[in-house]
C-alpha cells in the first residue's frame, strides 16, 4: 500500500513536500490535494512515470494528460502565449481552469495531443504550489477517481482505497468537495469554453 502522509493544506511542511518531489524525482507516481479534486501526478519528463499513469487510469495513449505549471511565467515555456491569453490568464490564475494552448517545443511528444496542444493549469493550492516549486519541472495532473458516474472521491482514504496499491505517495491535505475544473480553449483569439466546471466562465465569453 502506499505511504500517506499528511501535509498542512494552508502551510505544507517543507520536509514533507521535499519527501513527495524526491519520490517524483525517481519517476514515482503520487497522489495529492488540488483545488478542484484529489489528483495523481508525475514529472512530465519521466516517460517511464507517465507510462505508469496511463495504466493507472486505464486509458488510451491518444488522450494526453493536462499539467500543472507554478506559474504563468512558467505556462509560457510550455505553451505558446498570445497577447489575449496572456491577458486572460495573468486575471484569472492561479485557479480552478485548464488552458488548452499550443505546446512549445519543451514538452514531450507523450504530453502533446496529435493537433500538438496541451492543456495547463495554475492551481490555487498551497500544497500543489510547494510541489511545483521545490521539483521546479510541471507536473503531470489528472484526477484521482475512476471515471464517470463514479462516487467522487473526497479524503486520501478514498484515494488509498482505489489507488493505494498502485501509487509511490498519497498526500493527506484533508478533505475536498470534488468539481472538475473548467477547461478553457486559447488556441485562438476569442477564448473557447470547452467544459463548465469549478471556475467562472464569465471572464471568457
Do not use: W
Not at 93 to 102: A, C, D, E, I, N
Not at 123 to 134: F, T
Not at 148 to 165: A, S
Amino acid at each position: 500500500m502506499a505511504r500517506i502522509v499528511e501535509i498542512n493544506p494552508s502551510n505544507p511542511q517543507p520536509r514533507l513536500i521535499a519527501q513527495a518531489v524526491e519520490i517524483l524525482q525517481h519517476g514515482g507516481v503520487i497522489c495529492y490535494p488540488t483545488d478542484t479534486m484529489y489528483g495523481i501526478g508525475c514529472d512530465i519528463f519521466n516517460q517511464k512515470a507517465i507510462k505508469l499513469v496511463y495504466q493507472i487510469k486505464k486509458r488510451p495513449k491518444d488522450k494526453p494528460f493536462s499539467f500543472m505549471c507554478a506559474s504563468l511565467t512558467n505556462i509560457s515555456q510550455y505553451g505558446h502565449v498570445g497577447n489575449t491569453a496572456y491577458r486572460l490568464m495573468r486575471k484569472n490564475l492561479p485557479g480552478p481552469y485548464t488552458f488548452v494552448l499550443s505546446g512549445t517545443k519543451l514538452v514531450p511528444k507523450i504530453m502533446l495531443t496529435r493537433q500538438k496542444t496541451v492543456g495547463i493549469r495554475v492551481p490555487d493550492h498551497p500544497i500543489c504550489q510547494a510541489l511545483l516549486g521545490a521539483l521546479a519541472n510541471p507536473l503531470l495532473n489528472t484526477s484521482a477517481s475512476i471515471g464517470e458516474g463514479e462516487e467522487p472521491v473526497c479524503t486520501c482514504y478514498d484515494v488509498d482505497r482505489l489507488f493505494g496499491k498502485q501509487v509511490d505517495l498519497i498526500i493527506d491535505g484533508g478533505e475536498i468537495a470534488p468539481t472538475p475544473s473548467t477547461v478553457i480553449s486559447l488556441l485562438s483569439e476569442q477564448p473557447e469554453v470547452l467544459r463548465v466546471g469549478k471556475g467562472d466562465i464569465e471572464p471568457f465569453i
